[in-house]
């Protein structure tokens, strides 16, 4: 061949090869020498590229054009098949080709498909030459994630930035329809209003709704209360006339520098015809800067009404965007957000135990599913319950029923703050849920010597419990029992372990993946589920204390004997589901919104996707070890 015609194919390769991972990070020499050995092979639709019978792999693979589907060979697989499509740029045989050792699947082209092919010599010289692709081989989901976290990194940056900038509109920082009364309002109806609404000053408008007053909190005292003013007067009697004014078009930065120069705690936002759009307060502005972690707890811990526990709420969701921006993983990011929650969840029942006075009562609040092993997302409901001490001699119905008065009061607190009451009514305020520790005992032996489908769901609710607050013994003491319980009781286990499979990951036989009817994939129940229900059965069966899916892996994982690296890529994989979840649930909406754990994978960039793949492929396997372990 010409040189310049060989220069040229050289060339071409390279510009395909930097479209994807790992060759788009590669040291220049290396591209270089992986884009002059590699050659495109063509394999017609149906035809086999490479499977266990040919032996050890004599070439490493990377798809050009058209899908290979990747199929797992053997007499046991988790589904009827198991099968993972790959496409441009997605590279096989990985690991066999490492190992040098026949490849344990087979691969397909499911249509026709142009292949690079690198003999495997060079394949281990360029492992030699480039720590980049040395990395992605041997830590390959590793690898592709911290790629996928640099991407997102510089997304949310901007995303954050644009919502924290000092530099922002006013008009954009008003989140609600304006709250006003007329000025021949009674000082009752506007201070009821006041009441109803929880904000912390009314503002007065006309007819035009073009404001003419504001009255404050701080306003009431002086004006109202010690001067004993008849509450049927008019409002504008009252009232702060001229009030400070700006434009929806004014920045945060102007109206921080009114409220400094002028001393007033809230400014009037109206719109180009003078219209009242809403109200800008100091605590607006506040939001807007850089929400530190301390600066979060400092704000709960001081909390002492619940308008408080509720702007420390919206603080929390602040700081989530803000700890993505700064490029935090998923597991730090969860464990974040659990312990800010924990903190809020534990100011709301100190407080509440002081008005209900249970000062001295031996307890402990538990928390279950999500929130018990650490991986609340930023739409998960509220599921908690008591495990109490009833002292020798006391009357049980008269503390238990104090206690549920309590639990009620935090249950409605925790709604408050944005936590939705839970639809299964899985509550400490649900009297079924608040026992002693006999009780849990007896309710938890129950459903593992009798699992019926009802008990089974149960455990894979209820066994995911950590103590919140409280006695932790009384925790420690029911986990080191239901650990020796469940182990003791194999058919147990095995019903949970047929229940886990219930679900297989969504990699699709010719699609990469499988989707609903609306292109979706619900990431909680088809991802992350699938981790957490095996972890758990691991934990029982190894005896860990953990509530945690990650601690539970890792700990249950090494116990058994499994590869270090083996219990990585599982790790990283629900890590990447996780994320994704944070991800499609928007910092700006409720809890528990309709569109929360769907994503649209096509939706999703080339790098997402191949992860995504990825994480199913390790649920995949995590799945087919269980499988093998019961027999199933």
Not at 384 to 393: R, S
Not at 419 to 444: D, H, V, Y
Request: hydrophobic share 40%.
């Amino acid at each position: 061949m010409p040189a310049a015609a060989s220069e040229m194919l050289v060339g071409a390769s390279s510009d395909f090869l930097t479209r994807f991972s790992p060759f788009n990070r590669m040291e220049p020499e290396a591209l270089g020498f992986l884009a002059e050995r590699a050659t495109l092979a063509f394999h017609s639709r149906g035809s086999e590229i490479l499977t266990p019978e040919m032996g050890q792999p004599t070439h490493f693979h990377i798809v050009q054009r058209g899908k290979v589907q990747a199929r797992q060979l053997g007499p046991t697989s988790v589904t009827d098949y198991a099968a993972m499509t790959l496409g441009p740029g997605e590279c096989f045989p990985i690991g066999a080709i490492s190992a040098q050792r026949p490849s344990t699947n087979a691969y397909v082209a499911v249509e026709d498909s142009f292949v690079f092919q690198l003999p495997a010599e060079d394949f281990l010289k360029l492992m030699q030459m480039s720590p980049v692709f040395h990395v992605f081989c041997t830590q390959y989901i590793a690898s592709l994630l911290n790629q996928s976290r640099q991407q997102l990194q510089s997304t949310f940056a901007q995303r954050a930035a644009e919502q924290q900038t000092m530099t922002t509109p006013l008009g954009q920082l008003v989140k609600k329809e304006p709250i006003f009364v007329a000025p021949d309002s009674s000082i009752r109806a506007a201070l009821e209003k006041m009441s109803e609404m929880r904000i912390g000053c009314m503002v007065i408008a006309d007819a035009e709704h073009k404001p003419i007053g504001i009255l404050t909190q701080s306003d009431l005292l002086p004006r109202v209360v010690l001067p004993g003013i008849d509450l049927q007067r008019p409002i504008c009697d009252v009232m702060t006339a001229t009030p400070h004014v700006m434009s929806a078009s004014d920045s945060a930065y102007d109206a921080a520098l009114e409220m400094a120069t002028h001393g007033v705690r809230h400014l009037l936002v109206v719109d180009s015809e003078g219209r009242l759009k809403g109200v800008v307060s100091e605590r607006d502005l506040f939001t807007l800067q850089r929400i530190g972690l301390r600066q979060v707890r400092s704000s709960i811990e001081g909390a002492d009404d619940l308008e408080a526990l509720q702007r420390a709420s919206r603080d929390i969701r602040q700081l989530a965007l803000n700890l993505i921006a700064q490029g935090i993983g998923a597991e730090q990011l969860t464990q974040f957000i659990s312990a800010l929650n924990d903190a809020l969840t534990c100011r709301i029942i100190d407080l509440a135990r002081a008005r209900h006075e249970l000062y001295g009562i031996d307890y402990a609040w538990l928390a279950f599913g999500s929130e018990g092993r650490h991986e609340q997302t930023l739409s998960s409901d509220q599921d908690n319950g008591i495990i109490y001490v009833c002292p020798e001699g006391a009357d049980q119905d008269a503390l238990k029923n104090r206690l549920l008065a309590c639990a009620k009061e935090v249950n409605e607190n925790l709604a408050a703050c944005g936590f939705p009451l839970c639809k299964g009514n899985i509550m400490a305020s649900n009297p079924e849920l608040c026992l002693t520790l006999e009780e849990w005992k007896g309710r938890f032996g129950d459903w593992i010597r009798e699992p019926d489908p009802q008990a089974l769901l149960n455990a894979t609710i209820f066994f995911d419990y950590r103590v919140l607050c409280g006695n932790e013994r009384l925790g420690d003491q029911l986990r080191a029992w239901l650990n020796r319980t469940a182990k003791a009781y194999s058919n147990f286990l095995r019903l949970m372990a047929s229940n886990a499979l219930q679900v297989a990951p969504p990699l699709g036989r010719i699609r990469d993946f499988v989707v609903e009817e609306d292109g979706t994939i619900d990431l909680k129940k088809s991802g992350a589920r699938l981790f957490v229900d095996v972890a758990r059965i691991l934990a029982l069966r190894a005896d860990v204390a953990s509530s945690s899916t990650v601690q539970r892996l890792r700990q249950a994982g090494t116990r058994m004997g499994m590869p270090a690296e083996e219990i990585a890529a599982l790790i990283d994989g629900f890590h990447f589901i996780q994320l994704l979840r944070l991800r499609s649930q928007h910092l700006d909406t409720e809890h528990d919104a309709p569109g929360d754990n769907r994503i649209n994978p096509d939706a999703l960039n080339e790098l997402d996707r191949r992860i995504l793949k990825e994480a199913f492929r390790q649920a995949r396997k995590l799945q087919l070890r269980l499988k093998l372990d019961y027999q199933l």
